[in-house]
């Protein structure tokens, strides 16, 4: 694990083979009594991490998560110190993250994914001494417009220390979300006659790109075109497995509730529109009875969506229905304005 920080002389003061951190003075050393035959009491945190905000509701942190930044903030919300972890380590279930503290008052801020050499979410400034945790933003790397955006994850905690005690440093839990969101759009004839997968473009334009400190996007008047990453024909589609379909992926920054992202369907031979829709109206639609999430819930658990549309003879789509993670959503019960 690797550390910097302003304060690490006073509260954070090395590291341990465990990953641990550890304070000087008396919190290191024993209970305010020193008993030679017991060993020293130990105060600050062991932290769990967890990632089970999905629609499974099971954790995989630890099969998901394969860098992890964590930015920790005094009582006063000031910046105290900066600790990471790489792989291998967090793929172990049993993987804690262990500091010792003095008592106090903390807040803990946590990301996935921005350490890792493949990150496509950036910290916009470091976190210098001084500084608030309401000042943290990260922001997507615009080089990874158009690609397969590798997961971005965002957590906090606020956690007390007591002082020292022979039961050991006390356990919190860091609970994620994923900022991430990943659509496969498949395009199918409604007669299933073959398509042409290299004629259609696909894009999603969202004003997402910069998220603030709770890692809710911050609108900036100048709206990011999210475009395929990867297309092509598939030899059947997921509605009836009969004719060719074609499909194109793109991947994007968090959607929001309320917000009014477009999806559109581009024939590139024609310069046509061969559809547009209010994604997240759609995306919300799609909740299936078994579930019963609030609707920004039900978004940032999902986060894999695919989303199929039937074509007419022109290559248009019929304005009819779209099948979203297997669930028909209907254009007539869709609230359009």
């Not at 099971?58 to 930015?71: E, G, I, R």
């Not at 905690?157 to 496969?184: I, M, W």
């Amino acid at each position: 694990m690797t550390i910097n920080g302003t304060k690490l002389g006073k509260i954070l003061a090395r590291t341990i083979a465990a990953g641990a951190l550890t304070a000087t003075s008396a919190l290191a050393t024993s209970c305010g009594t020193v008993f030679d035959d017991l060993p020293p009491c130990r105060g600050g945190v062991e932290l769990r991490f967890v990632f089970d905000y999905n629609l499974e509701e099971a954790n995989s942190f630890h099969k998901q998560v394969d860098c992890l930044t964590l930015y920790l903030y005094d009582s006063e919300g000031r910046y105290v110190a900066t600790l990471g972890e790489d792989a291998p380590a967090l793929a172990s279930e049993d993987y804690r993250m262990n500091l010792d503290l003095e008592p106090g008052r903390y807040r803990a801020v946590a990301y996935g994914g921005t350490r890792c050499d493949q990150a496509s979410f950036a910290t916009v400034e470091e976190p210098a001494a001084g500084s608030h945790y309401t000042e943290l933003a990260s922001a997507l790397k615009p080089e990874h417009v158009g690609k397969l955006l590798h997961n971005h994850y965002h957590g906090t905690l606020d956690f007390t220390v007591p002082q020292p005690s022979p039961a050991g440093r006390v356990k919190e839990t860091l609970n994620l979300k994923r900022t991430t969101n990943h659509f496969r759009v498949t395009l199918q004839h409604t007669d299933n006659s073959p398509v042409e997968g290299s004629k259609f473009d696909y894009y999603i334009i969202d004003d997402n790109a910069l998220l603030d400190h709770e890692n809710n996007p911050v609108a900036t008047g100048n709206p990011t075109t999210y475009t395929h990453w990867t297309r092509g024909v598939l030899p059947g589609s997921k509605a009836d497995g009969e004719g060719a379909a074609a499909y194109g992926e793109l991947s994007t920054s968090r959607v929001m509730s309320g917000t009014s992202p477009k999806l559109r369907v581009e024939n590139n031979q024609t310069g046509e529109t061969v559809l547009e829709i209010p994604l997240i109206r759609y995306l919300e639609a799609s909740q299936s009875d078994a579930t019963d999430y609030p609707d920004q819930e039900y978004l940032d658990r999902c986060s894999q969506w695919n989303l199929i549309f039937f074509l007419n003879g022109n290559d248009k789509w019929g304005r009819t229905e779209v099948i979203i993670n297997d669930w028909v959503v209907r254009f007539n019960d869709i609230e359009m304005n």
